[in-house]
């Protein structure tokens, strides 16, 4: 591995997506910054790559190396305006009883880290994908290589966004010939930012439970070191969700232009994130119906929310498939043609349940986690009975990846239950993990323990003479008053 490229582009990351922060003026607490500053910082140095094949010029380690480095010094011009450097709090060590967790933690993260860095791309998808263009384009110097004249009709992988052949083409070059060590940038800020997401509603010893279900879920554990493109997916269209709940409550812009921003990210990695933004949509529509927002106000944006996510979608097909993709592309082959026809849809609901979810082969990709979240919603139905704001917004989020699985099987028959439904139900499991975050009985629970764990003090009880006393003082002053 070349350390020096790696570090290079750790440096290059931050600055990008720390520029991209300063832009859109996004206020976030440091450690949050310092997070969403390199999950922002990879898929926008996928780009280079692009721009270098649409300016015809060779792939090699030079060019790229001086794109990312342009990417970096581009993005990095806002942050010298009014520089700030990121001031951390000061930093409180971890109870006894988290430890224990927190070691978990690290072995997981080390098998991930180890697999990301020691074993090669091996999934079927990206071996007849974003793998193989990667490969031929680092031999080839090209993007439009002669894989194209090979036959390559078995598979229509070479179609997906560029998104992860750039990453590839960028990492073989300067770090490894295997690349996907990106993946890891992305897990490990990932969840550090949701972890100190659920920590601040939580006792620590319930946050640390929590996150550790979380991580681990079998299947999508796996893909923190198998390269496919739900995993990333999954994290921007959480994040834009989150900041999209976030704006809603405080009404600031620069919350609302980076949630809109992030919902094109997800869409530049999974174009069928589409279909998820359009159900999204009545979320806003009610909330500016709900707090009267003039209607021009409410059409500008409701307008802006709809056409950024669809602008990466015209670049992602119109521009880099077009120019990229040798081949022809018809994306109305690839569509339902028989719409009047909805029993499709509800069949997908049902095979969700009954052989994707609630099954042992559910069981096997999800272990315990939807399980554990059904049961916590049913008990807050029947006590505490209490739903705050974001708790509601995540259960909407919940349904909104449920159905939209659904109806994207309903609409791409290609969109097979046990590969894209199956990685696209990632999307709800950060959600699920926000709602418990919010969840009434969770939090009863912290509380409870809080109290248990730092008792407060009891009232020391006075001796009556006093009492008398007092009471005696308290007259006299009063009887003063009144003569005056």
Request: charged share 15%.
């Amino acid at each position: 591995m070349n350390f020096a490229g790696l570090i290079f582009l750790l440096i290059a990351h931050f600055i990008t997506g720390r520029g991209v922060l300063r832009l859109i003026n996004v206020q976030l607490e440091p450690l949050t910054t310092f997070c969403f500053s390199m999950i922002i910082g990879v898929p926008m140095l996928s780009f280079a790559p692009c721009v270098l094949q649409l300016m015809h010029i060779p792939i090699t380690m030079a060019s790229v190396f001086f794109s990312v480095a342009g990417f970096a010094v581009a993005f990095g011009i806002p942050l010298t305006i009014n520089f700030k450097r990121l001031r951390f709090q000061k930093i409180t060590f971890p109870k006894l009883y988290e430890w224990p967790f927190y070691l978990v933690y690290l072995v997981f993260i080390i098998i991930s880290l180890w697999r990301c860095f020691y074993m090669p791309p091996y999934s079927r998808d990206m071996l007849s994908g974003p793998e193989l263009l990667a490969e031929y384009a680092v031999r080839e110097k090209t993007m439009i290589s002669s894989v194209f004249t090979t036959d390559m009709t078995t598979s229509n992988n070479y179609f997906k966004s560029p998104y992860i052949t750039c990453l590839q083409i960028i990492y073989k070059l300067l770090v490894s010939s295997f690349g996907q060590v990106w993946l890891s940038i992305l897990f490990l800020s990932f969840t550090v930012w949701i972890f100190a997401l659920v920590r601040k509603r939580l006792h620590p010893l319930v946050a640390c439970l929590l996150l550790l279900l979380f991580i681990l879920i079998p299947e999508m554990f796996a893909y923190t070191f198998v390269i496919l493109y739900d995993y990333s997916n999954m994290i921007f269209f959480f994040s834009a969700y989150y900041f999209l709940t976030r704006y809603l409550g405080s009404n600031k812009i620069n919350e609302f232009a980076f949630s809109v921003f992030l919902f094109g990210i997800a869409t530049y990695i999974r174009t069928e994130t589409l279909i998820l933004i359009a159900m999204i949509m009545p979320l806003l529509v009610f909330n500016y119906y709900r707090n009267k927002v003039p209607l021009k106000k409410a059409v500008l944006r409701i307008g802006i929310f709809c056409l950024v996510p669809f602008a990466f979608y015209f670049l992602n097909i119109h521009v880099f498939i077009r120019n990229f993709i040798p081949i022809p592309f018809d994306l109305g082959e690839n569509l339902n043609r028989d719409l009047t026809n909805t029993s499709a849809f509800f069949q997908r609901l049902d095979d969700m349940n009954n052989q994707l979810i609630f099954s042992k082969l559910g069981y096997m990709f999800f272990g315990y986690f939807i399980y554990i979240f059904c049961g916590i919603f049913i008990i807050d139905i029947i006590w505490p009975r209490k739903f705050n704001r974001e708790s509601l917004f995540a259960l909407y989020g919940v349904g909104v990846v449920y159905f939209g699985l659904g109806l994207i099987g309903y609409l791409l028959p290609l969109a097979d239950l046990l590969n894209t439904t199956k990685r696209g139900m990632f999307k709800a499991f950060p959600l699920m993990l926000l709602y418990m975050a919010n969840s009434g009985l969770l939090i009863r629970l912290s509380e409870a323990i809080k109290d248990w764990e730092y008792p407060k003090p009891k009232p020391i009880a006075q001796p009556k003479q006093t009492l008398k006393a007092n009471v005696n003082i308290k007259t006299a002053n009063l009887k003063k008053n009144k003569s005056k």
